[in-house]
């Protein structure tokens, strides 16, 4: 990573961390300003040109945010249990138990009313169903998402299956579903491939979560940022047409297998303003700043960067630390 960008981004991260305690989000966090005279990334918008409050973004590693509306929360792929699979140790176990680390999410989700989910492997899953109990929040998913909740018993009256092409008001918010793709490993292949279209046994392990098909995600806050959220790094360039975020949250591409990934995304998502890597951390050890970074993954990370730099050099690079505040 560059040494500018990381240090603006530590200055910034100064101004508007999160404050955790043993008991969760200090509340004076939530909604906190960033401090007078530091500089942040992006610009607030002007006092009294959002219907709802104060936006804040924070990022929980791997592809999770929360988003804070006012009083009203979106999480994004919300991921706390962390959970060792091995995956970073080159071993990754197939058998590895879901087991929800519940002082973790219950930390963080104080509440909720909408979870999107851009697929159903366990780093973007497994804590959704406890979420959706735990919050009472609606979960939007894919129909795989919506057999798998049904498999873990929640409500079908909290589970929307959604295909990409919806745009739906929240009053606050709209957010429009993109029907994406899963990124591929160096065989060509997506890991747990597969859909479920009747409701399964309760999932036991990792691989009882399959990929389930991808989503993406476009926030959109009137008076406020358009923010395009990716789980996964790929995407089906057509789908993007017309939809000129913001603010692009970017998963990192691990292989180079997909051809011309940034460049493309770019150009379909007109060059954004902001680009915001995601899913480049350790997500298997606790979610402490800095950031664990695997080495082939800063590697990742920098070439990622880098292209992002040449291809859509207007943009700005926002590497993201945990539980930061960010206002687009
Ligand atoms: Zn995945």
């Known amino acids: 990573m560059p040494s500018l960008d990381r240090r603006r981004f530590l200055r910034d991260a100064a101004a508007?961390?999160?404050?955790?305690?043993?008991?969760g989000l200090a509340s004076t966090a939530l909604g906190a300003p960033a401090q007078a005279g530091a500089p942040t990334q992006a610009a607030p918008a002007p006092a009294g040109t959002r219907r709802s409050g104060r936006v804040s973004f924070r990022w929980w590693g791997t592809a999770g945010w929360r988003v804070d509306i006012g009083d009203r929360t979106v999480l994004v792929d919300p991921f706390l249990s962390r959970i060792d699979t091995g995956l970073f140790k080159g071993a990754l176990k197939e058998s590895t138990p879901l087991e929800v680390d519940t002082s973790a999410v219950d930390a963080r989700v104080d509440r909720a009313e909408t979870v999107l989910v851009t697929h159903t492997h366990w780093d973007h899953f497994m804590d959704v169903p406890y979420i959706a109990e735990r919050t009472g929040a609606r979960v939007f998913g894919t129909l795989?998402?919506?057999?798998?909740?049904?498999?873990?018993?929640?409500?079908?009256?909290?589970?929307?299956?959604?295909k990409g092409g919806e745009v739906m008001d929240f009053g606050d918010y709209t957010v429009e579903v993109v029907a994406s793709l899963h990124s591929r490993n160096k065989s060509y292949a997506v890991a747990f491939p597969g859909v479920r279209v009747d409701p399964p046994a309760k999932p036991a392990t990792i691989a009882d979560l399959p990929e389930g098909d991808?989503?993406?995600?476009?926030?959109?806050?009137?008076?406020?940022?358009?923010?395009?959220?990716?789980?996964?790094?790929?995407?089906?360039?057509?789908?993007?047409?017309?939809?000129?975020?913001?603010?692009?949250?970017?998963?990192?591409?691990?292989?180079?297998?997909?051809?011309?990934?940034?460049?493309?995304?770019?150009?379909?998502?007109?060059?954004?303003?902001?680009?915001?890597?995601?899913?480049?951390?350790?997500?298997?050890?606790?979610?402490?700043?800095?950031?664990?970074?695997?080495?082939?993954?800063?590697?990742?990370?920098?070439?990622?960067?880098?292209?992002?730099?040449?291809s859509s050099p207007r943009s700005r690079v926002l590497v993201p630390e945990y539980d930061t505040a960010y206002h687009f």
């Not at 795989?144 to 959604?162: E, F």
């Not at 789980?231 to 047409?241: I, K, M």
């Not at 770019?266 to 664990?292: S, W």
């Open 144 to 162: 795989t998402a919506y057999h798998l909740g049904l498999a873990y018993g929640v409500p079908s009256a909290q589970l929307s299956a959604v």
């Open 214 to 310: 991808t989503l993406n995600y476009v926030l959109r806050i009137p008076g406020g940022p358009s923010v395009f959220f990716m789980g996964a790094s790929d995407f089906a360039e057509r789908n993007l047409t017309g939809i000129s975020p913001d603010v692009a949250m970017v998963a990192l591409n691990s292989t180079n297998v997909t051809a011309d990934y940034v460049p493309r995304l770019m150009a379909a998502l007109n060059y954004p303003k902001v680009v915001v890597p995601v899913h480049f951390d350790n997500f298997e050890i606790e979610l402490r700043n800095p950031p664990t970074v695997a080495p082939a993954d800063r590697t990742q990370l920098d070439k990622l960067v880098a292209a992002v730099r040449e």
């Open 16 to 23: 508007t961390t999160a404050v955790v305690t043993a008991g």
